[in-house]
Nanobody, 123 residues
Framework: QVQLVESGGGLVQAVGSLRLSCAASGRTVSGYAMGWFRQAPGKEREFVADITWSGGTYYADSVKGRFTMSRDNAKNTMYLQMNSLNHEDTAVYYC?????????????????WGQGTQVTVSS
């Protein structure tokens, strides 16, 4: 079993930045694809970004050029650097893990999920 714990969320003003972290425990996730998803009130969970075991990344169009996903396999941790935040980025952000598979934009293809961290962007 893999446990994922997100941190780094909070309240930030528009055009500000935040860095989210996702720490994995239970087993090493260096061979896993990892993803970030978010869910705003009244909306479905949506894909934000993913990263393969080798470090290749893919982003949703809505965050491309503003968000950067990375991973530190030595720390069993991945990150989401979020810049130029706007009100539409307000959501609960979740990290997810997909064992020994490519990244995916589909939430149902991820086996493990964190509890989420709230990001609120004030106008």
């Amino acid at each position: 079993q893999v446990q994922l714990v997100e941190s780094g969320g909070g309240l930030v003003q528009a055009v500000g930045s935040l860095r989210l972290s996702c720490a994995a425990s239970g087993r090493t996730v260096s061979g896993y694809a990892m993803g970030w998803f978010r869910q705003a009130p009244g909306k479905e969970r949506e894909f934000v970004a993913d990263i393969t075991w080798s470090g290749g990344t893919y982003y949703a169009d809505s965050v491309k050029g503003r968000f950067t996903m990375s991973r530190d396999n030595a720390k069993n941790t991945m990150y989401l650097q979020m810049n130029s935040l706007n009100h539409e980025d307000t959501a609960v952000y979740y990290c997810a893990a997909r064992p020994y598979a490519p990244g995916s934009v589909r939430a149902k293809e991820y086996n493990y999920w964190g509890q989420g961290t709230q990001v609120t962007v004030s106008s």
